[in-house]
């Protein structure tokens, strides 16, 4: 069966592409959270490795410490809708289930708030044979819950699972083409090498928490994850109810020295985001897994509730086919590209805390991302000369999460003379049909798309504008992007990166088979008076092991 990319209750890198959707495409996952510098960017032309790159060594924090040393003890407690589906790590794909996993496994690096890689489970980790092959040193001393030691042996099986299409693994899309079965060898006890099946600069993200079902897990894994819910992360999974939450408690055998600070962390799950937010404005809940921010906004400031936000790669994609009228016709796409009031469309959906996109799909927070273009604006003058007086209207198909980007659209299109008319559709009606001819999401005239945050741009590129992508509801096809996409996943330095990404956006930029107005943004409310170290995500992923309680 073919993937889906919007499964609902994702967390927003895309799930949805901002938290207030609950959505996260798959393969980030969701889905991208898309795929920054592989291993954290050298300079000088060097080979992109782990070891060049700058990256914290053993034993540094995920995230910067509070100036005071850390008050140890304490439960924090979430809030958080209930898992769609069984917590399993290589099926999952909703938000919920993703911070379960990640209080108690842990992955060969974890991908930080700002896109670094920061070495967890793996040392080090540098490229052979021309990006091809990817050798990755693992951490000594490392032993799961139960006192199972770390080694290779492990971590080959648990790619060989992830990899294994029987596994019906979230994860599969984001190693097309990339990485197959039987990939993943052992060198020694301490040593996995991961041979492609094409260069790839980017690797490492696709095995960072960047991939989300990446995590390691015992040989023996047999999809019982909340009866045996035995990883290397910091906290123990002590009990599970699918209607009324989690507990965990300290896991007294995690790797980094001293830490978690906490004695455990209770999650409950709400029905609805309006019982979490009371909750949390209550006191019943010190924090959120998902935080809206349209929700939370209002609160900032209020008593000692805190709403940290960072900036994601996710996005709602505003499709257009390219093969047929009216916009087979690039005026005709660039027209409502330039009938968009972008700081307007950030305010209305994603409550001010997104960042502009200018119709390519390098996302600010993407290391190589262009600054040479021009930013496009509303241009109403700009909007005439490119229709030359001949009427423009067209039908805009979308499902119940994109509805607020729907209407924005249709009554900002309609103040410059094109006509919008709405099409609504069930997610299970606009993401159903035949995969391969007739379904909404990818052959209807233009629509929108939530796509969760990916870790390198390449996913989103690859699947989305290159010509016979998986998913190119644009039917978009340019040589000459086809050929830059492939140079870029080759290229070995910051410098022939740029290269390439410069030739993709332009080309995007100008076509505009999908316009990107906002790249979304993501934010999580916690209580600052009772705790500290609490942060967002781009991926809404939760990283706990440096939260304490205030001094």
């Known amino acids: 069966m073919r993937e889906i990319p919007r499964p609902v209750n994702r967390p927003a890198l895309p799930g949805a592409t901002d938290l207030t959707r609950r959505v996260l495409l798959a393969g980030t996952g969701g889905g991208a959270l898309s795929l920054l510098l592989a291993a954290c960017g050298a300079g000088g032309g060097a080979p992109l490795t782990g070891a060049d790159s700058g ?7 995920a995230h910067a410490e509070a100036s005071a ?3 140890r003890g304490g439960t924090l407690r979430a809030g958080s809708p209930p898992p769609p589906t069984a917590v399993d790590p290589v099926t999952m794909y909703d938000g919920s289930a993703i911070a379960i ?4 496994a842990d992955y060969l690096i974890w991908l930080d708030r700002d896109f670094t890689l920061k070495p967890r489970l793996a040392e080090r980790w540098e490229s052979e044979d021309g990006g091809k092959r990817w050798v990755f040193t693992l951490r000594g001393g490392v032993t799961f819950s139960d006192g199972t030691p770390l ?3 492990t971590v080959k099986a648990s790619f060989d699972r992830l990899l294994d299409p029987t596994s019906k693994s979230a994860a599969l899309s984001a190693f097309d083409t990339v990485l197959a079965k039987g990939g993943v060898s052992v060198r020694d006890a301490a040593t996995v090498v991961f041979t492609l099946e094409r260069a790839y600069s980017d690797f490492p993200y696709l095995v960072s928490a ?3 079902n990446a995590v390691i897990l015992k040989k023996d894994y047999a999809g019982d994850f909340t009866k045996k819910p035995i990883g290397t992360g910091p906290f123990l999974l002590e009990s599970y109810d699918a209607s009324s939450g989690a507990v965990f408690t300290r896991n007294p055998r995690y790797w980094e020295p001293g830490k978690p600070y906490l004695d455990g962390v209770k999650i409950t799950f709400y029905a609805d985001d309006q019982a979490d937010l009371l909750a949390l404005q209550s006191g019943e809940i010190d924090t959120q897994i998902l935080s809206r921010p349209q929700l939370v ?3 900032k400031g209020l008593g000692d509730i805190t709403v940290d936000q960072v900036q994601s790669t996710g996005l709602i994609a505003f499709t257009l086919r390219t093969d047929r009228p009216p916009f087979d016709r690039k005026e005709a796409r660039q027209a409502v590209a330039y009938a968009l009031d972008r700081p307007g469309v950030n305010a209305t959906v994603y409550d001010g805390i997104g960042a502009l996109g200018n119709d390519h799909l ?3 927070l993407f290391p190589a991302a262009p600054d040479g273009i021009a930013q496009r604006a509303k241009d109403p003058a700009k909007v005439a000369e490119l229709l030359g007086g001949q009427p423009l209207k067209f039908t805009l198909t979308y499902d119940p999460p994109s509805k607020d980007y729907a209407l924005t659209v249709q009554n900002q299109l309609k103040q410059v003379g094109i006509q919008v008319e709405l099409d609504q559709r069930t997610s299970a009606d606009f993401y159903g049909g035949d995969q391969e001819k007739d379904t909404p999401w990818l052959f209807s005239t233009a629509n929108l798309v939530g796509w969760a945050g990916r870790a390198t741009p390449s996913q989103l590129i690859i699947p989305m504008v290159k010509g016979g992508g998986l998913w190119n509801g644009s039917k978009y096809a340019n040589p000459d992007l086809d050929t830059a996409a492939e140079a870029y996943d ?7 990166r740029a290269t390439q990404a410069e030739i993709i956006a332009e080309a995007l930029h100008e076509d505009v088979p999908v316009i990107v107005s906002v790249w979304s943004g993501t934010v999580r409310a916690y209580n600052g008076g009772k705790f500290t170290g609490v942060q967002a995500h781009p991926s809404s992923y939760v990283d706990f092991s440096s939260v304490s309680q205030v001094v």
């Open 55 to 61: 990256a914290p060594q053993a034993g540094a924090d």
């Open 69 to 71: 040393p850390p008050r």
């Open 101 to 104: 996993v990640q209080l108690v």
């Open 151 to 153: 080694d290779a042996e």
């Open 210 to 212: 960047g991939n989300y």
């Open 297 to 299: 906004g209002p609160l």
């Open 362 to 364: 390098f996302a600010p």
């Open 490 to 496: 080759a290229a070995r330095t910051p410098e022939e």
